[in-house]
């Protein structure tokens, strides 16, 4: 097995990956965020190159570094690099969808104090090492929810270190107003405006 270091052969395999879908779209994703940024630190194993038949993407070997603390770093050291790319679109999007949404409601993103509320509704959530990988999403990864008056979300999709996006939810009481197809639409346009593919 051999490890891809090389910027140049990571980006090759990303273009050769895309030919492959929807069989490549998981490992695709992973390599996608590697590619910008790798903010899970991950690491690309194949089999040989050019000519792969396996390819593995697995946390890396020399880094040890613990969910919280990363979330740290990146939210200190504004390295979020997707919110930066995204941020004209997200209020683009933003100011057409507030043009038709009923004024007390807000289409924003989620932040870290979302967290626990997403680790309480989420179906492996519910202890703390989910609701530190999910505050690393929040901080890492691009995501889109609905805000009541009082900045308490109710509907909201994020994304995962695959580009999948996950863990999307509506409050039972808010369910049947469009809120889940609007969260939905925006960040599949967000990441698609982002170059990534729209999965989940």
Same mark, same amino acid.
């Given at each position: 097995?051999?490890?891809?270091?090389?910027?140049?052969?990571?980006?090759?395999?990303?273009?050769?990956?895309?030919?492959?879908?929807?069989?490549?779209?998981?490992?695709?994703?992973?390599?996608?965020?590697?590619?910008?940024?790798?903010?899970?630190?991950?690491?690309?194993?194949?089999?040989?190159?050019?000519?792969?038949?396996?390819?593995?993407?697995?946390?890396?070997?020399?880094?040890?570094?613990?969910?919280?603390?990363?979330?740290?770093?990146?939210?200190?050291?504004?390295?979020?690099?997707?919110?930066?790319?995204?941020?004209?679109?997200?209020?683009?999007?933003?100011?057409?969808?507030?043009?038709? &949404?009923?004024?007390?409601? @807000? =289409?924003?993103?989620?932040?870290?104090?979302?967290? %626990?509320? /997403?680790?309480? +509704?989420?179906?492996?959530?519910?202890?703390?090492?989910?609701?530190?990988?999910?505050?690393?999403?929040?901080?890492?990864?691009?995501?889109?929810?609905?805000?009541?008056?009082?900045?308490?979300?109710?509907?909201?999709?994020?994304?995962?270190?695959?580009?999948? &996006?996950?863990?999307?939810? @509506? =409050?039972?009481?808010?369910?049947?107003?469009?809120? %889940?197809? /609007?969260?939905? +639409?925006?960040?599949?346009?967000?990441?698609?405006?982002?170059?990534?593919?729209?999965?989940?």
């Amino acid at each position: 097995m051999l490890v891809l270091n090389c910027s140049t052969k990571l980006q090759k395999l990303e273009k050769m990956l895309r030919w492959s879908f929807p069989v490549s779209l998981k490992v695709y994703g992973a390599v996608m965020n590697i590619n910008r940024g790798n903010p899970f630190r991950k690491e690309v194993v194949v089999d040989s190159w050019p000519d792969f038949k396996a390819v593995i993407t697995r946390p890396q070997r020399q880094v040890h570094i613990h969910v919280i603390s990363f979330v740290s770093e990146s939210f200190v050291n504004g390295e979020s690099f997707i919110w930066e790319a995204c941020t004209f679109f997200f209020f683009l999007i933003y100011f057409l969808y507030s043009l038709r &949404m009923d004024p007390k409601f @807000t =289409l924003a993103y989620l932040d870290i104090s979302h967290s %626990s509320l /997403l680790n309480k +509704t989420w179906s492996r959530g519910g202890n703390p090492r989910c609701e530190k990988y999910l505050a690393n999403l929040i901080c890492s990864f691009p995501s889109a929810c609905v805000l009541d008056d009082e900045g308490y979300p109710l509907s909201w999709s994020l994304t995962d270190q695959f580009a999948t &996006m996950i863990h999307s939810y @509506t =409050l039972p009481e808010h369910r049947r107003k469009g809120f %889940s197809r /609007l969260v939905t +639409t925006t960040l599949a346009k967000k990441l698609h405006s982002c170059g990534f593919p729209v999965q989940g």
